[in-house]
């Protein structure tokens, strides 16, 4: 079975610029929360989606969003880039809430 | 604000060796505790605990929660060079309007030598 894939796997951007991130969750998972991993520190959550909606929103800016399309997959965008957002972000999804979650691989983002 | 403290930082141990490591937090309605492996990028899932006093076991890699103290202790005995990797503690809240977000502690880096 394909884990929780995202694209692309590496990113380089500059400030000002727009991203957007994708993941594939489980095949038959809802839920795919969103979050971004600093060098040297744990996973924070930026995102969760359920059944299409957005049902918890970490402390980030209205720079970040995103969406769950009909087929679960998700988007997180971020416009605006700054350099404080260069990070791994994690797409992890799960078959319900507050269920065991998968990660992804990550999307590396460097802003330059 | 729910918190996750993990201890130590870092350890260095030779093959062979066990080791502990530690795992205290603060949650609003704790739901579950959850240990992850990250060593390049995606955390890969090692247990998730409930129950206090209940032991999960997989190989050499076992894990404990106390609820009445809120820490959990993810042990590996006669460790070897693959176990080297970032070991991340989360906490998951329960319902009553919640999120079910995971919080993450900072991790414990365990290096492993031959």
């Known amino acids: 079975d394909a884990g929780v894939t995202q694209s692309p796997t590496h990113l380089i951007k500059t400030r000002g610029q727009h991203v957007t991130l994708r993941c594939s969750p489980i095949?038959?998972?809802?839920?795919v929360s969103w979050y971004q991993q600093v060098l040297g520190q744990g996973p924070q959550f930026i995102f969760q989606?359920?059944?299409?909606?957005?049902?918890g929103r970490g402390n980030f800016p209205d720079r970040f969003s995103a969406r769950q399309f009909p087929n679960y997959s998700s988007e997180l965008n971020v416009n605006a880039l700054l350099l404080g957002d260069s990070a791994l972000y994690l797409c992890?999804?799960?078959?319900?809430?507050?269920?065991?979650?998968?990660f992804g691989p990550g999307t590396r983002l460097t802003v330059l | 604000e729910d918190k996750v403290v993990q201890s130590p930082l870092s350890l260095v141990v030779h093959e062979g060796d066990t080791v502990t490591l530690n795992c205290s937090y603060e949650?609003?309605?704790?739901?579950?505790l959850l240990w992850y492996k990250q060593e390049k990028k995606a955390p890969t899932f090692l247990f998730m605990l409930?129950?206090?006093?209940i032991e999960k076991k997989s190989g050499r890699l076992s894990s404990i929660l106390d609820k009445k103290e809120l820490f959990s202790i993810l042990n590996i005995t006669a460790t070897q060079t693959g176990d080297s990797a970032v070991y991340l503690c989360?906490?998951?809240?329960?319902?009553?309007?919640?999120?079910?977000?995971?919080?993450f502690g900072k991790g414990t880096l365990l290096t492993v030598n031959p």
């Open positions: 949650v609003t309605n704790f739901r579950s």
């Open positions: 989606y359920y059944e299409k909606e957005e049902r």
């Open positions: 989360a906490v998951v809240p329960g319902s009553g309007g919640s999120n079910y977000k995971l919080t």
């Open positions: 095949s038959g998972h809802k839920s």
């Open positions: 409930t129950s206090s006093g």
């Open positions: 992890a999804s799960s078959l319900r809430r507050g269920e065991q979650s998968d």
